[in-house]
């Protein structure tokens, strides 16, 4: 009895992992969460708040702590959630604020790790997951050269 049960425990664990929260995932939970996140590519915020909830929002706020409401703003103006390869990403800025305040997120299901770019006040930030090392994608690095372009 005691060998089946520890053998039943041992079975959970392994179908578990860590999530970034410290917190313990399914690995089922955690696949759905991905799909999820990829039916959403071509859909605009507006089509169901991907920022604000489900497994990109819950990694952004875990990243950006206290800066999350403020790159929720710089991203009032947004596209959709779109992918370039294994990386999901959007890109906006604050409504008339364009060359003072935006923001780039991309989250690589690969290594699963997020990096955010943020335009605050006109001085950019970067902020990454620990072993992030994922290229941002094409669409992210134009905008992020044209902010940076644009006299202050």
Not at 83 to 105: C, L, M, P, S, W
Not at 130 to 136: E, T
Request: hydrophobic content about 45%; charged content about 15%; some cysteine.
């Amino acid at each position: 009895m005691r060998r089946v049960l520890f053998l039943a425990a041992f079975a959970l664990l392994s179908a578990c992992q860590s999530s970034p929260q410290g917190g313990v995932v399914s690995a089922t939970h955690q696949a759905q969460a991905w799909q999820q996140l990829d039916r959403q590519v071509g859909h605009y915020r507006s089509d169901g708040d991907f920022l604000q909830q489900g497994l990109m929002a819950d990694r952004l706020r875990q990243l950006t702590g206290a800066s999350y409401p403020i790159v929720l703003r710089n991203l009032q103006v947004a596209g959709p959630l779109r992918k370039q390869g294994q990386v999901f990403y959007v890109t906006g800025n604050r409504q008339h604020e364009g060359g003072i305040n935006a923001a780039a997120v991309a989250l690589d299901a690969g290594s699963q790790t997020l990096r955010v770019w943020l335009l605050h006040e006109g001085r950019a930030i970067v902020m990454e997951d620990p072993g992030a090392s994922f290229d941002w994608p094409a669409e992210v690095k134009v905008g992020i050269q044209n902010a940076l372009s644009l006299p202050r």
